[in-house]
């Protein structure tokens, strides 16, 4: 009996030297999510970041239709790659808001200029409030909200091509 109990620490260590190297094995999920989701937008009213559009409040997310709000910065190299996919979507007649993170006029006209302008308006949010407020981690970020202000996605990262058929088939059917 003795010669089998010398062998149940051996196995217990082997087993958690194999728990251990499955934990580092499997990459660890880093996305954060935010708490508002199936929440209505937090109060906000943020002033327009370029002369040609309007800024940005909670009153034009509560129209009876739904849209996106799209979180960016010009010195986004994913929101460069997005870019395209928001211009699809805009075609579909998804309508897009933005929000711009800690960034300038000047900048974000260029951006625009270079990349396209996807966006019905864009508000100006240099201390990343509404971001934080949002639950956003970072940028480029979307959140697909309803006709009454609620949020009903989070889609963290840039929008990719493939992904663009399934966003323009859940506004449609948001109400």
């Not at 499955?22 to 970041?49: C, E, H, M, N």
């Not at 579909?92 to 974000?108: Q, S």
Request: proline share 8%.
């Amino acid at each position: 009996m003795s010669a089998r109990l010398i062998w149940i620490p051996f196995a217990f260590a082997l087993g958690l030297l194999a728990l251990i190297a499955w934990g580092l094995y499997k990459p660890a999920d880093r996305t954060v999510r935010s708490a508002l989701v199936g929440q209505t937008l937090p109060a906000f009213d943020l002033p327009p970041i370029v002369p040609t559009k309007p800024g940005l409040a909670t009153a034009q997310f509560a129209t009876g239709k739904p849209r996106l709000l799209n979180v960016f910065a010009s010195w986004c190299i994913p929101c460069v790659a997005e870019a395209p996919q928001l211009l699809r979507l805009k075609q579909a007649g998804v309508v897009i808001d933005a929000v711009a993170i800690r960034d300038t006029p000047a900048a974000i006209r260029d951006f625009l200029a270079r990349n396209g302008d996807p966006y019905a308006a864009i508000g100006d949010d240099r201390t990343s409030s509404l971001q934080l407020a949002l639950g956003s981690s970072g940028v480029p970020e979307t959140f697909v909200i309803d006709g009454r202000g609620r949020i009903v996605q989070q889609h963290v990262g840039d929008i990719r091509e493939d992904e663009v058929p399934g966003l323009i088939a859940l506004v449609r059917g948001l109400k």
